[in-house]
């Protein structure tokens, strides 16, 4: 039996891991992987203290910092479902079952597919979805980037080093994100943007070899041997069938990180604060974790 589980270590989860730590809790964390999303971003140069970090590097000094307390993480394990029994919440997963008396889920968003012909073929034979990891493969070729926010910017922003030409498909009629990236991305000799065009088929034979858009009407074949794909996220959210969620299937909470479900508390992406920021994710991990301290020490188990 214990006290606390925090189900995911991206920012916000281990922020609580070691707000949890501090607080003495006898706890534990169940992860898939260490790090989240943050661990594939590229540049950052908004997470107060780092005037310039790479998603990586932060990632490390997050799971450093997590290391140095000892906590116990089931890593490489994925929770499968969350029920509440009383005043004990059970958990369970994809290796285990474990009780606890408070849960924080912090089990972040994961990336969103575009259900076009091709994709599923070509994953990983040039379509990835993730600049930060795979973007050295595609030296000196020529890409298409797929999506028009923060995430699409980021990853043209890194590929701008690495490829030859780089085609930057955003289905919208303008590029959202942030100013910075957007005038970034727009000075480049190397980007070409297509807004209001959409991807409809990813081609090749053994390999990607090209993409086919729509625009105004018409489609085009544009030659590339890499495809990014940058078009959001959706949260893991699929196991916490108990709590409340919004109609983009985040979990709903209040300011005190509080579930429809007394007990279990929530933070980070997978709910439904407004901004999807590091730092955001992080501060929010710390306050899910105080809120289940106080939400502990008031009731008798």
């Given at each position: ?300 188990f």
């Amino acid at each position: 039996m214990y006290d606390l589980i925090i189900i995911g270590a991206g920012p916000a989860g281990i922020t609580a891991a070691v707000y949890a730590a501090r607080k003495k809790m006898d706890f534990m964390v169940i992860s898939r992987d260490i790090g989240g999303q943050a661990a594939w971003s590229g540049d950052i140069e908004n997470y107060t203290g780092y005037q310039f970090i790479t998603g990586p590097e932060l990632s490390a000094k997050f799971e450093e910092h997590m290391r140095k307390y000892q906590i116990p993480v089931r890593e490489n394990e994925a929770v499968t479902d969350v029920k509440k029994e009383g005043d004990i919440i059970k958990v369970t997963t994809d290796k285990d079952r474990y009780e606890t008396k408070a849960v924080i889920i912090a089990s972040g968003k994961r990336t969103r597919e575009l259900n076009v012909p091709g994709e599923r073929e070509f994953k990983n034979r040039g379509l990835t979805y993730c600049a930060t990891c795979d973007g050295p493969l595609f030296t000196n070729k020529d890409v298409a980037v797929i999506g028009g926010g923060n995430s699409a910017l980021d990853a043209v922003i890194q590929l701008m080093r690495i490829a030859k030409k780089i085609f930057l498909i955003n289905i919208t009629e303008r590029l959202g994100g942030d100013a910075v990236m957007r005038e970034q991305v727009q000075a480049s000799d190397k980007v070409f943007v297509m807004n209001s065009a959409q991807v409809i088929a990813i081609l090749g034979e053994r390999m990607v070899s090209g993409i086919k858009v729509l625009k105004d009407g018409k489609e085009e074949i544009l030659a590339v041997q890499g495809v990014f794909v940058e078009i959001g996220l959706l949260p893991n959210s699929e196991f916490a069938r108990i709590v409340d969620k919004n109609e983009s299937r985040e979990i709903k909470i209040n300011c005190h990180n509080e579930t429809s479900i007394p007990g279990i508390f929530a933070a980070g992406d997978v709910t439904d604060v407004p901004e999807k920021q590091i730092i955001i994710a992080a501060g929010e991990g710390s306050k899910a974790t105080l809120n289940a301290f106080r939400y502990l020490i008031q009731r008798k188990f």
